[in-house]
């Protein structure tokens, strides 16, 4: 069993910046992929970026290429979400999520473990 806390959401003008940060329980952490996922009001859950288990892959949306960074520090049980350049289409409530096979991807489905969800709410 794995649980996941999200933290790192809050409000921020376009063009801004937030780091989320996903901790989580358990001893095998290292062996997992993780992913980002986030749902805006009224709108299905979707994929943001996924890594891999060592943190040597990494897969993103195409509509935050180039924006956010996802990345790992297995020492310290953590995911992160490097979110820059934040568009008020960014609003949303962000989810991290963990897969035991290690093999990043961008499916929802493929996920055994989410957290609770922060808020992102980006203002124009």
């Known amino acids: 069993q794995v649980q996941l806390v999200e933290s790192g959401g809050g409000l921020v003008q376009a063009g801004g910046s937030l780091r989320l940060s996903c901790a989580a329980s358990g001893r095998t952490f290292s062996t997992y992929a993780m992913g980002w996922f986030r749902q805006a009001p009224g709108k299905e859950r979707e994929f943001v970026a996924t890594?891999?288990?060592?943190?040597?892959?990494?897969y993103y949306a195409d509509s935050v290429k180039g924006r956010f960074t996802i990345s790992r520090d297995n020492a310290k049980n953590t995911v992160y979400l490097l979110m820059n350049s934040l568009e008020p289409e960014d609003t949303a409530v962000y989810f991290c999520?963990?897969?035991?096979?290690?093999?990043?991807?961008?499916?929802?489905?493929?996920?055994?473990?989410w957290g609770q969800g922060t808020q992102v709410t980006v203002s124009s």
């Open positions: 999520a963990a897969r035991p096979d290690g093999y990043r991807s961008s499916g929802p489905q493929t996920y055994d473990y």
């Open positions: 890594i891999n288990w060592s943190g040597y892959n990494t």
